[in-house]
């Protein structure tokens, strides 16, 4: 069977019986885009490519264990969020407040639930960004590219501080539906979500 026709779960399947084949043909699917997603948030890509390794190393390391409920694609992005997210902590560029929220973060980080709670907390966001006036939408697109605030202003024809202005005025928006559909879980979901706007 040709490779480009096997589907995600078949190539798990493989993968959990120690085939070899099937890893590289993950790995060559998935590389690209995740490196992607990983370069965007790190604006780093020597960073982004070791992030991305670690992951698919990780995956042959615990392939006869792996459970993935839902589309495998969803699995890797999220997981890319992770461990995004696990570098800026260790690197000590978030927000010193947020060290906490942060912890809980990293002890979530090999659960299956935390990353069906990622794909969740993404699906709260794309719905609440969309509601926002055009401005607060842009800004809150390129600071989720990990744009400074100077590239931002520079873009949009802002001053520094009213773009400023405008992340927190997305931060308290967003607290608000956070707050409200996952009061549960809201005080990690900000996290997240700080340490990407206020980086």
Not at 4 to 30: C, K, M, P, V
Not at 89 to 104: G, H, P
Not at 108 to 132: F, P
Request: no cysteine; aromatic share 6%; charged share 30%.
């Amino acid at each position: 069977m040709p490779r480009e026709s096997l589907s995600d779960e078949e190539l798990l399947t493989r993968l959990q019986r120690g085939e070899h084949n099937a890893f590289d043909i993950l790995f060559d699917r998935y590389w690209q885009p995740l490196y992607q997603t990983a370069r965007a948030r790190l604006n780093d890509s020597d960073m982004a490519q070791d992030i991305v390794q670690e992951i698919f190393i990780k995956i042959w390391q615990r392939r006869s264990e792996l459970q993935i409920k839902g589309p495998l694609e969803n699995y890797l992005r999220s997981a890319v969020r992770l461990n995004v997210i696990n570098h800026y902590r260790s690197a000590k560029v978030t927000i010193v407040q947020l060290d906490d929220a942060l912890e809980r973060i990293n002890l979530l980080e090999d659960s299956i639930e935390s990353l069906t709670d990622y794909l969740e907390l993404e699906k709260t966001l794309q719905l609440t960004v969309e509601l926002m006036p055009e401005m607060l939408k842009k800004v809150y697109q390129l600071r989720s590219e990990n744009r400074s605030v100077k590239a931002i202003a520079g873009e949009l024809g802002l001053a520094d501080q009213t773009v400023k202005n405008y992340i927190g005025e997305v931060s308290r928006r967003l607290r608000v539906t956070i707050a409200e559909k996952h009061p549960e879980k809201h005080l990690t979901y900000m996290a997240l979500i700080l340490a990407m706007l206020h980086k």
